[in-house]
């Protein structure tokens, strides 16, 4: 099968530009400046985020440079499939790995230096500063990320992107993107911490879980079917365009399910040990007062 050939995929360059540079940049940021196992967060914390940043940037590749590409443009459960690699693979994986700091340093001082000073201290990015520090507070991120989710979903939004691919690659960036900012602030990035309690962040994923899984319902018990993929004379494997979208809200309501799970499971475990250790602290006469 040609599918089986990557001669054959189809090649986004500007997704393999930028997975590129991004690659590069980590590697000389990382040769400039070798942190210790201690700044690293114990030995074998950072060989895991190396792990995960590799992946990340793996699962970018696999989600559209591959024949998946091809083939979302024919089917709703490709398409889907692409979505989910990119917000619940790729963009929690990239958190993990913290890659922010070693890519900035991977730039040459030259350009860092006066990128950093315009960033912080110029007079006309103070309007989108504020509007960064709403947007990456846990509050904003939840919001643009789910509007975003549930905007390109929107049947006028997502059949553009079936027209237009400098939209599709908007598109998908947009879903990376926000979904880094998503976990970002659920998952700490080292040697930063993310702003929410333990507690704080199980309601966060079980909300965003929530949310995911309204939009599957709405997919899944949708008597039409919603996208232009219905006008396709014929889909790969000869199934009805409705039978495709319901495949697809199954994608996202239970495979979709699984990095919130993990994250949801995680920061529960975390917050019992949390509360348990804050039990044990308290000395025999502070639990008697207490009571």
């Known amino acids: 099968m040609s599918w089986l050939n990557p001669l054959t995929w189809p090649i986004e360059p500007w997704v393999l530009l930028g997975v590129e540079l991004t690659a590069i940049l980590y590697l000389r940021g990382g040769g400039r400046k070798i942190p210790s ?11 895991w985020r190396a792990v995960a940043f590799w992946s990340g940037l793996g699962v970018i590749i696999l989600a559209v440079d591959t024949p998946l590409e091809a083939l979302a443009r024919q089917l709703f459960w490709a398409h889907m499939t692409q979505h989910l690699l990119l917000i619940m693979a790729a963009a929690p994986l990239l958190v993990v790995g913290a890659p922010w700091l070693q890519v900035w340093r991977g730039l040459p001082l030259a350009l860092r230096r006066p990128v950093a000073r315009t960033l912080v201290k110029h007079r006309a990015l103070a ?9 990456s507070a846990p509050t904003g991120a939840f919001i643009i990320s789910t509007a975003n989710l549930w905007f390109w979903h929107w049947p006028a939004a997502y059949d553009l992107t079936l027209r237009n691919h400098l939209i599709h690659h908007l598109e998908h960036g947009l879903f990376l993107g926000l979904g880094i900012l998503f976990w970002a602030q659920v ?5 930063f911490h ?12 079980f909300l965003g879980t929530i949310q995911a899984w309204a939009l599957a319902a709405v997919l899944a018990f949708a008597t039409t ?3 232009a993929y219905a006008l396709l ?3 790969p494997g000869g199934i009805s365009a409705l039978t495709d979208q319901q495949v697809g809200a199954g994608i996202m309501w ?3 399910s699984v990095t919130f799970s993990i994250v949801f499971l995680t920061c529960l475990y975390l917050w019992f040990r949390e509360e348990d250790a804050r039990g044990r602290a308290l000395t025999p006469g502070q639990v008697g007062v207490a009571k």
């Open 37 to 47: 196992p201690a700044r690293a967060g114990g030995s074998g914390w950072g060989r």
């Open 187 to 191: 998952i700490d990035q080292h040697p």
């Open 127 to 135: 309007a989108p500063r504020q509007a960064f520090r709403w947007l």
């Open 194 to 205: 993310a702003r929410l309690s333990q507690l704080k962040r199980v309601a966060y994923v």
């Open 225 to 227: 079917p919603l996208y």
């Open 233 to 235: 004379p014929a889909r």
């Open 254 to 256: 239970v495979p979709g």
